[in-house]
């Protein structure tokens, strides 16, 4: 089971830590990938973290606005979210890939088995 939190209201221009916390499996075994869903908009993938450590960012957050991060003690990986914009309003899933494969090449959902049920962020004066 996965759980997101940390979601919730800010200002452009703020931040958010969003977390993704996992039972019955350990997280650092798997890839774990975190995406968003706007209103009206298809989900798309944000950045993903492999069982090595290793990060992927997708698109338009490989600007350094956002960071995927894990801490094996507490079986959490997290996702740092800087200078918000009103467009980073979604709701944000985490999600684990299926058995031992990497993180995608490119953004898809395509091969995570496990989802969260997903933390609102809204972004708004």
């Known amino acids: 089971q996965l759980v997101e939190s940390g979601g919730g209201l800010v200002q452009p221009g703020g931040s958010l830590r969003l977390s993704c916390a996992a039972s019955?499996?350990?997280?650092?075994?798997?890839?774990i990938g975190w995406f968003r869903q706007a209103p009206g908009k298809e989900r798309e993938a944000v950045t993903c973290?492999?069982?090595?450590?290793?990060?992927?960012y997708y698109g338009d957050f490989k600007t350094g606005r956002i960071t995927i991060s894990r801490d094996n003690a507490n079986n959490t990986v997290y996702l740092q979210m800087n200078s918000l914009k009103v467009e980073d309003t979604a709701v944000y899933y985490c999600?684990?890939?299926?058995?031992?494969?990497?993180?995608?090449?490119?953004?898809?959902?395509?091969?995570?088995?496990?989802w969260g049920q997903g933390t609102q962020v809204t972004v708004s004066s």
């Open positions: 999600a684990r890939r299926a058995g031992n494969w990497p993180c995608a090449g490119v953004p898809t959902a395509s091969g995570y088995i496990y």
């Open positions: 019955g499996f350990t997280l650092s075994d798997y890839a």
């Open positions: 973290i492999d069982s090595s450590g290793g990060t992927t």
